[in-house]
């Protein structure tokens, strides 16, 4: 590869034009407990969050999986969702984004389907809404038939850890394809209701949407002239596939495309670039992601780093 040099920011890069290397991706691999719910915002209630209580010691905590079901339903009912895991537990790899910002993650996720709970109500006619209310009494209505259409889990273990809390019930509220706040944490109750017109679901603020993250350890990374350098990071979008991973060596002049072939929406694509450089000097790489439907990642990531 042919090196020259470009400014950013009054500082002098190495230049490789049309960078190329070996490109391999899955979609595995999830985001570590202690870091899953300190990477959402500032909601106290759902994934979208300061640091949970359920995945933290807590004197007092418990594992409690006792859910009331109610609204329009022809009698009410108190389960322990664990009753119910022997026939309808369910794991799954499940990403979770926030839905204006730019934290996202994935978890190895354990639960029963809500629709376990739904199908043991007698629900009365029209019924359309379902809504999961945590211990402090939030909660965030759902159209019934986007609930069900997902495959939304009542969550008791999350990367092979059983939830406990010191509040209402350790359950979490996990769909695929559906931003964080949504995944109502310490759910007590679950009411089903009709109502004159279904809820709106938020989407990701088109400026969030097809995330991408460099997991290389920090910028300022020093590597030997010549020497094999792998790259590696980690993509997402909710609603659409990932269809390839870009990168750039130049500034944005040009861009080497890895196609993600197979890729689907439900999970991250976890993906490696390695390559090698001859020219000692300050780097700079970008990487975006596109989706299925076109969409380019609108805050791509930097990594800057040094080859001796």
Do not use: H
């Amino acid at each position: 590869m042919t090196a020259q040099w470009f400014n950013e920011d009054d500082v002098s890069y190495v230049s490789v034009a049309n960078a190329q290397g070996a490109f391999t991706f899955n979609q595995e691999g999830v985001t570590p407990n202690d870091e899953l719910f300190n990477v959402f915002g500032t909601a106290l209630t759902s994934m979208c969050s300061k640091p949970a209580t359920e995945l933290v010691d807590v004197e007092g905590g418990v594992a409690n999986f006792y859910v009331n079901v109610g609204g329009n339903i022809k009698k009410n009912f108190t389960i322990d969702v664990r009753d119910l895991a022997e026939d309808a537990n369910q794991e799954t790899m499940m990403a979770c984004s926030c839905a204006t910002g730019s934290p996202f993650g994935q978890a190895a996720v354990m639960g029963v389907p809500l629709s376990a709970v739904v199908e043991m109500a007698d629900l009365e006619d029209g019924v359309n809404t379902i809504t999961a209310y945590g211990a402090d009494g939030f909660g965030q209505p759902l159209p019934l038939r986007y609930a069900l259409e997902k495959n939304a889990l009542l969550a008791y273990q999350v990367n092979g850890q059983e939830l406990e809390a010191a509040t209402g019930s350790s359950l979490q509220l996990w769909m695929p394809e559906t931003v964080a706040r949504y995944f109502t944490r310490n759910i007590t109750d679950i009411e089903l209701t009709r109502e004159d017109a279904e809820p709106d679901v938020q989407q990701v603020d088109p400026c969030y949407r097809n995330k991408i993250n460099i997991m290389n350890y920090a910028d300022g990374c020093t590597f030997v002239a010549g020497d094999e350098i792998t790259f590696e990071g980690v993509a997402d979008d909710l609603g659409s596939p990932i269809e390839a991973i870009e990168f750039s060596f130049d500034g944005g002049a040009t861009w080497t495309s890895c196609a993600t072939e197979g890729a689907t929406a439900d999970k991250w694509v976890n993906w490696q670039f390695s390559t090698s450089f001859e020219d000692a000097g300050d780097y700079r790489m970008t990487v975006r992601a596109k989706t299925a439907d076109g969409m380019v990642s609108p805050l791509a990531a930097t990594l800057l780093f040094q080859v001796s």
